[in-house]
């Protein structure tokens, strides 16, 4: 049996802090820098690397994070959860995202229900259903094929989804997989529907709702709203839409919808793009292949991150070193940086994925912690990112870690040499420069122009984001949240804090306010 | 004259730190949270309102802010720069900005040129060629009309003119102002390019070269790269192409375009959209007049900025709380957080602005400094974040203070009424209940449903997303950074930090690599 334990109390995080820090700018300057670029690197699937010879650790703070994974039972906690134990202890739900995916342990039964079998059954009633949606035997009401596909969700339900699609949307339209043009709408701003709507051809447009419950407000709102264009251009609107929900939800038998595909409650929102939250947006844009090959290289990733050597395991390795970071070094940000355009939205999934997880003030038992929690997400790619807030990165008076992906080569391949290189050597030339930047500064006399250096980072480095490689990167940084979420000690799979918020903005629309809530329902006209 | 001061050394910097701290839950509870509510409200240009209701701070504070202005010689250090000064005293340059979209003081004459006549003359040139290129005299090679018009440039010619036209573009649609589709192509990763000419008529294209020096590496490749296109298209790529750029540039007497718009070297690129960076392509897709009104907005809350009266001069109040809450309270980063998904990128441009001006650690004489000075910038639009990061926000181990922005009404106008509202009046209520829970939170049994409260949070409301109300906006943010640069004593107009990363990106490109460096441009394949 596994045990709970604060981060604090345990004799391997006491050790860890009492070690001497290390100086990233002294350990990557020299020989001694290129011999840890070269080893301080653990393999990824695909082909990837995740490589942190640019962070603040060396071999005796690698061994004290190694022991601090054992006496947390990092690897064992795994095990219990992709095993089908309890883990979401707050909601009492077992967490099942891995299980979308690939199978690494024993048969999850659940609600007499064999659960790898229910999700990969689910994942293959979509692919036929796409099937039928790229080959015109489902089509619109005057039997056209339809070209758009639009989610329609919200939070774990838009972004991840969202940021895989801008991940192999040109990927897709360079290698023929490219089926149906994708877009999103999810803010209950009126704006947001009505714009994607006035851009796209209505009529041959299929709509996917996603929403778990069958009850988020944003989304049953911008439901009415699709509705209501689809009839006003004098369309049925039951031939336009398909549903995402888990089977007890009041979308689940509803004739509103041409099919509905399944989640359960075991797949947190913000986990989901393996399901049919992705797989449904996912297979109709690019084809139930491609989301396959997806999957795969996600299932590949997770079998590393069963791995008990930290060495091996990227996914753990990187939890480990962020907590190290954060709790004993005492940064408070973590910036994540892909050196790819495809990559645009990612971050703002991983700010969700990571800061709705762990932004937690109390343990799995209710109790409050004494030490910080998830840390502040934020990120734009690069090179976009070098010519905007990296000047607070490399000269400011925080120390931010910083999380750079790269790949080898384009996904589109059209490239242009300009003096001696092209855009993408260029590109890699930059990510490159930056890590030993920041790692090692520069003295000059001028103070302006001085560069502390010692500012840790990491990379993960590959040769193409294909699908497989988007799976591995997804899967990488689930891990990494739940490995940090076991550190912790917090659930990392409830999210109680979004809760207020909505039972206050009903009281507000229901005119039963007083005090400051009511003046600010009046100034906004409410 | 005016003098330059550590915030640290200032006599009413230490009194601010010895006040009572205000417990934002306990004022924003009751009645007095309803008084402040109201009262707490400073008037901004255009009918929109600064509200600092939910603000750490009380009159005593406020008042003591109100010395630190005075000693900081907030005012004024303002009034030198609008008339003239060398501000930008590690470049050695005047910062006139706030000059191309009116006059506070002085005129201003460098370089023998009165400056508010060149800017004027700028806009008034850009509004003819726009017009004629709306009206078909400009036209393609064969005639025809442009239909679209694309931006080349990274960082401030990027962000900003990119945050507006997505600001407006349906604002411009429903009112009939919409004139030109605009695209940006920033980033150096070839696939932005390849994406962005893949997917619109490269034939009826007109882009817009942006570099101020003419030299930057990225906005140069991406115009080799268009040219490239538009001459496999068979089209002459003279006559695509006009250029934003200084009159020194080597763009700027060019034959390689149709046409040349200038700014010079008291703009800096983050500060740069009220100038010919944002005037070509905002007239182009917009109309000039439209161009024009933003511009008035930004001049009207400029006038406010200067205003000596911290409850009168919303950037001024804005900023030195923030420094109150980044120096006293010890809060690390700051959300921007706008209701409004036409805002969408603003945030991503206010990060520039920001974390480029003031992400600085030596005062404006080079010398270290011993506090803390710009904070790390993010945000999403609300509800989008209510479903991502907000559970940290609510319940996480760090106090990240917000920055709200609500309009009471959409810019499309098309809604729905569902259970009783519609979609407009959910987004104000959401934001309205937003500032309440997080300022004064929720007890409950359950601690992982309990919200500590005392969040703290402001809002910007308006009455609609117009030119004139994004000029506003963005002129308040503007001066609110230029505020807390000389709060902090800092030089917020230089970027030195952004160097070194170049100059090693060039010996990665010229393979001039030893240690690290070289192993890394060998693992990225350069």
Not at 207 to 214: D, H, P, Q, R, T
Not at 424 to 437: D, E, G, H, T
């Given at each position: 049996m596994v045990s709970w334990n604060n981060l604090d109390t345990l004799n391997s995080f006491k050790e860890l802090s009492k070690l001497k820090k290390v100086s990233v700018k002294e350990v990557m300057t020299g020989e001694n820098g290129a011999k840890r670029a070269k080893e301080y690197s653990a393999a990824m699937a695909c082909g990837m690397d995740f490589n942190y010879a640019a962070k603040a650790v060396d071999d005796d703070v690698l061994d004290a994070l190694a022991s601090l994974a054992d006496e947390a039972q990092l690897a064992e906690k795994f095990a219990e959860l992709y095993n089908g134990a309890v883990i979401n202890t707050g909601e009492k739900r077992l967490v099942l995202h891995q299980l979308t995916r690939g199978q690494l342990g024993n048969d999850v039964v659940a609600d007499g229900v064999n659960k790898r079998e229910f999700y990969v059954g689910q994942q293959k009633k979509i692919a036929e259903f796409a099937a039928k949606v790229h080959d015109g035997e489902i089509a619109n009401g005057k039997?056209?094929?339809?070209?758009?596909?639009?989610?329609?969700?919200?939070?774990?339900?838009?972004?991840?989804p969202r940021a895989i699609y801008l991940a192999l949307e040109n990927w897709a339209k360079k290698t023929g997989n490219f089926k149906l043009e994708a877009r999103f709408i999810s803010n209950v701003d009126p704006d947001d529907a009505a714009a994607v709507l006035n851009g796209i051809?209505?009529?041959?447009?299929?709509?996917?709702?996603?929403?778990?419950?069958?009850?988020?407000?944003?989304?049953?709102?911008?439901?009415?709203?699709?509705?209501?264009?689809?009839?006003?251009?004098?369309?049925?609107?039951?031939?336009?839409?398909?549903?995402?929900?888990?089977?007890?939800?009041?979308?689940?038998?509803?004739?509103?919808?041409?099919?509905?595909?399944?989640?359960?409650?075991?797949?947190?929102?913000?986990?989901?793009?393996?399901?049919?939250v992705g797989g449904a947006i996912l297979s109709l844009a690019f084809g139930a292949d491609v989301f396959a090959r997806f999957l795969e290289g996600a299932a590949e990733e997770d079998k590393l991150a069963a791995d008990k050597d930290i060495r091996k395991n990227p996914a753990m390795l990187?939890?480990?070193?962020?907590?190290?970071?954060?709790?004993?070094?005492?940064?408070?940000?973590?910036?994540?940086?892909?050196?790819?355009?495809?990559?645009?939205?990612?971050?703002?999934?991983?700010?969700?994925?990571?800061?709705?997880?762990?932004?937690?003030?109390?343990?799995?038992?209710?109790?409050?912690?004494?030490?910080?929690?998830?840390?502040?997400?934020?990120?734009?790619?690069?090179?976009?990112?070098?010519?905007?807030?990296?000047?607070?990165?490399?000269?400011?008076?925080?120390?931010?870690?910083?999380?750079?992906?790269?790949?080898?080569?384009?996904?589109?391949?059209?490239?242009?040499d300009i003096q001696g290189s092209t855009s993408q050597q260029k590109l890699c030339a930059n990510v490159a420069a930056q890590i030993v930047a920041f790692a090692c500064g520069k003295d000059d006399e001028n103070n302006n122009r001085k560069f502390e250096g010692n500012r840790p980072s990491s990379i993960i480095i590959g040769k193409q984001l294909t699908p497989e490689a988007m799976g591995a990167l997804l899967s990488h940084f689930e891990n990494k949240i739940m490995f940090q979420g076991f550190l912790w000690n917090v659930n990392s799979f409830d999210q109680e804090g979004?809760?207020?918020?909505?039972?206050?903005?009903?009281?507000?629309?229901?005119?039963?306010?007083?005090?400051?809530?009511?003046?600010?329902?009046?100034?906004?006209?409410?």
């Amino acid at each position: 049996m596994v045990s709970w334990n604060n981060l604090d109390t345990l004799n391997s995080f006491k050790e860890l802090s009492k070690l001497k820090k290390v100086s990233v700018k002294e350990v990557m300057t020299g020989e001694n820098g290129a011999k840890r670029a070269k080893e301080y690197s653990a393999a990824m699937a695909c082909g990837m690397d995740f490589n942190y010879a640019a962070k603040a650790v060396d071999d005796d703070v690698l061994d004290a994070l190694a022991s601090l994974a054992d006496e947390a039972q990092l690897a064992e906690k795994f095990a219990e959860l992709y095993n089908g134990a309890v883990i979401n202890t707050g909601e009492k739900r077992l967490v099942l995202h891995q299980l979308t995916r690939g199978q690494l342990g024993n048969d999850v039964v659940a609600d007499g229900v064999n659960k790898r079998e229910f999700y990969v059954g689910q994942q293959k009633k979509i692919a036929e259903f796409a099937a039928k949606v790229h080959d015109g035997e489902i089509a619109n009401g005057k039997g056209e094929k339809f070209t758009t596909v639009v989610q329609i969700g919200i939070g774990g339900s838009d972004l991840g989804p969202r940021a895989i699609y801008l991940a192999l949307e040109n990927w897709a339209k360079k290698t023929g997989n490219f089926k149906l043009e994708a877009r999103f709408i999810s803010n209950v701003d009126p704006d947001d529907a009505a714009a994607v709507l006035n851009g796209i051809d209505v009529a041959h447009s299929l709509f996917v709702l996603v929403s778990k419950s069958g009850t988020t407000l944003e989304t049953l709102t911008n439901e009415s709203f699709v509705k209501d264009a689809l009839r006003k251009a004098g369309l049925d609107a039951s031939k336009h839409m398909i549903a995402v929900t888990s089977e007890t939800s009041p979308l689940a038998k509803s004739s509103d919808y041409l099919a509905a595909f399944f989640m359960d409650d075991y797949i947190g929102g913000r986990f989901s793009s393996c399901s049919a939250v992705g797989g449904a947006i996912l297979s109709l844009a690019f084809g139930a292949d491609v989301f396959a090959r997806f999957l795969e290289g996600a299932a590949e990733e997770d079998k590393l991150a069963a791995d008990k050597d930290i060495r091996k395991n990227p996914a753990m390795l990187d939890a480990l070193i962020g907590v190290y970071e954060r709790n004993i070094l005492g940064y408070d940000c973590t910036a994540v940086l892909p050196y790819s355009q495809a990559l645009s939205r990612f971050p703002a999934h991983l700010q969700q994925a990571d800061m709705e997880s762990n932004g937690k003030s109390v343990n799995r038992f209710g109790e409050p912690v004494d030490y910080k929690t998830g840390p502040v997400i934020f990120g734009e790619p690069g090179t976009n990112g070098q010519h905007s807030f990296y000047q607070l990165l490399h000269q400011g008076t925080d120390i931010i870690p910083l999380q750079f992906i790269g790949f080898k080569n384009s996904q589109i391949g059209t490239d242009v040499d300009i003096q001696g290189s092209t855009s993408q050597q260029k590109l890699c030339a930059n990510v490159a420069a930056q890590i030993v930047a920041f790692a090692c500064g520069k003295d000059d006399e001028n103070n302006n122009r001085k560069f502390e250096g010692n500012r840790p980072s990491s990379i993960i480095i590959g040769k193409q984001l294909t699908p497989e490689a988007m799976g591995a990167l997804l899967s990488h940084f689930e891990n990494k949240i739940m490995f940090q979420g076991f550190l912790w000690n917090v659930n990392s799979f409830d999210q109680e804090g979004v809760q207020l918020g909505k039972v206050l903005a009903k009281k507000v629309l229901a005119h039963e306010t007083d005090g400051a809530l009511k003046v600010y329902s009046d100034l906004l006209d409410i």
